[in-house]
């Protein structure tokens, strides 16, 4: 298989891989020893080209990918809601579409996030109403499982609800001025 794109990273799995195929969101295994191109490395997560079908592959396998995995999150001692807020919304950040190199908050698809004590020990609990771009897109779940797992990375948050609503419908101008940019639409 010739370069994907000039800005592909070709790449050779060490071991056996989980992914998940795009758009349809089928979980799948590539084998060790499989080749293709990295095309996407954004968020801790990466997406691939094997055989001309694209894949999505989490960054806790980036060693398959001859990558280092994400740093662990860490929050101050006794940190407050507003230092764990801004976290959440840096986790949202790092969650993206596998087809557009652009992250969900900047393609306005989270609509709302509301931190609440969760319990003792400065538990919190976090909950994200959100939507996609297309109410049919198979990478729904997928994108929500991406979501709850980053949440709970951050320390103290015992508890995440991602809803996924379609009402309001997304639309193009709900994408900051930055997405409008990376894609184009601007």
Not at 22 to 39: E, F, K, N, R
Not at 123 to 135: C, D, F, G, I, N
Not at 163 to 178: C, G, H, I, Y
Request: hydrophobic share 40%; net charge negative; glycine share 10%.
């Amino acid at each position: 298989m010739s370069g994907y794109s000039p800005s592909s990273e070709p790449f050779t799995l060490t071991r056996e891989c989980a992914a998940v195929h795009v758009p349809h969101g089928a979980a799948v295994t590539l084998p060790a020893g499989q080749t293709g191109y990295i095309t996407q490395a954004l968020g801790a997560s990466f997406t691939v080209v094997v055989d001309y079908n694209l894949f999505r592959i989490a960054g806790k396998d980036a060693d398959a990918l001859g990558k280092s995995p994400p740093v662990p999150i860490e929050l101050p001692a006794g940190a407050g809601d507003a230092e764990v807020e801004k976290l959440v919304w840096e986790q949202l950040r790092t969650c993206y579409d596998p087809e557009i190199p652009v992250n969900i908050v900047d393609l306005g698809l989270v609509y709302e996030v509301r931190l609440e004590p969760g319990g003792e020990g400065g538990e919190r609990a976090v909950s994200v109403r959100m939507t996609l771009t297309a109410p049919g897109c198979g990478m729904g779940e997928i994108l929500v499982d991406d979501v709850r797992s980053k949440l709970e990375q951050i320390p103290t948050v015992a508890r995440t609800d991602v809803e996924l609503v379609f009402d309001p419908p997304w639309n193009q101008s709900m994408m900051s001025d930055a997405a409008r940019l990376e894609t184009g639409m601007l």
